[in-house]
């Protein structure tokens, strides 16, 4: 994978030869549904150190144009030192859009669960691109993309994890409710718990009956920024509120914990929730 220069801040007055800068050992292509869609841009970071017995953890990271390189660089770093760090070398899975910028709108549909209502309109009066599209998208990476995955790189199955923040800490969570079985560990970063409300109260209800049939082995963190507490959803009270009701059921093989990141916001959080999620999903110590 390449980040290429802004030409405009490069200029002429510097001779010296300029080349764009690489992230290491990363490699992308894109990937299109087969429900024809979206086409996705899958950027793929494999560790430098040999594989566990078992193969490397594997984090699958939403929102990849805008965090994927962040996620890299914290995964090198710590992996390299599991016995310090307290963190595996793990391959980083971003899943991305076919865009220069940060942020697709084709999000909105992906990481939302189908509703009979739905928000129309942003704050600021725009309006907002079409939803529902979460389970689609989830079948996208259960059927598609994780197939692809295992027969390219060594993995341990049993040490799968998905991040999402903001909308993508919603789909985390709806992913939890709807197939807790998917993945190991469920990180919702800052999650839009506001979006939806009832569907995703109906899903909770249902979770936990399943739970209580037989047990699933799937170990959940929400983290939030301290300032966020004063933004209208108050989804810091409705995320503590969420891992307070999971955590009192004492569901067999569910852990869940809840974390607010002093002094931080709904965007500064990131790189905190990225460097704690490394040691949650890859700890040495299963």
Same mark, same amino acid.
Request: hydrophobic fraction near 35%; include cysteine; proline fraction near 8%.
């Given at each position: ?38 086409? %996705? ?7 430098a ?35 310090? +760090? ?26 939302t669960?189908?509703?009979? +209502? ?25 059927? &598609? ?14 040490r ?9 800490g919603?789909? *985390? ?12 560990? %469920? ?8 979006w ?7 899903? &909770?209800?249902?979770? *936990? ?10 170990? *959940? ?5 301290e300032?966020e507490? +004063?933004?209208?959803?108050r ?40 460097s ?11």
């Open positions: 994978m390449t980040f290429q220069p802004d030409s405009s801040l490069t200029g002429t007055l510097n001779p010296i030869a300029r080349s764009t800068i690489l992230v290491p050992r990363s490699e992308q292509w894109t990937m299109t549904s087969q429900s024809g869609r979206h086409a %996705y841009r899958i950027m793929v970071h494999q560790p150190e040999p594989p566990p017995p078992n193969g490397y953890p594997v984090i699958y990271l939403l929102d990849a144009n805008s965090v994927f390189g962040t996620m890299v660089e914290a995964v090198r770093i710590q992996g390299r030192r599991p016995e310090k +760090t307290g963190a595996l070398p793990a391959i980083v899975v971003g899943i991305g859009y076919e865009t220069a910028g940060p942020f697709s709108p084709h999000r909105y549909y992906d990481f669960p189908q509703a009979t +209502t739905a928000y129309t309109h942003k704050s600021d009066g725009t309006p907002i691109p079409e939803q529902g599209g979460a389970d689609a998208f989830l079948n996208f990476i259960e059927q &598609e993309l994780k197939p692809d995955i295992e027969q390219q790189y060594r993995i341990d199955r049993n799968q994890a998905i991040f999402g923040h903001s909308l993508g919603l789909f *985390v969570i709806h992913a939890l409710f709807t197939r807790p079985g998917a993945f190991r560990y %469920y990180i919702a970063g800052s999650p839009s718990l506001h939806n409300q009832e569907v995703m109260q109906s899903e &909770e209800r249902r979770f *936990v009956e399943r739970m209580k049939e037989g047990p699933v082995d799937a170990r *959940v963190w929400i983290g939030m920024g300032h507490k +004063t933004h209208p959803a989804n810091n009270d409705k995320a503590s509120s969420l891992a307070d009701r999971l955590s009192s059921l004492k569901l067999t093989g569910l852990e869940i914990r809840y974390t607010e990141f002093e002094d931080e916001n709904h965007v500064s959080v990131l790189p905190f929730l990225i704690r999620t490394i040691r949650f999903a890859c700890s040495p110590e299963r």
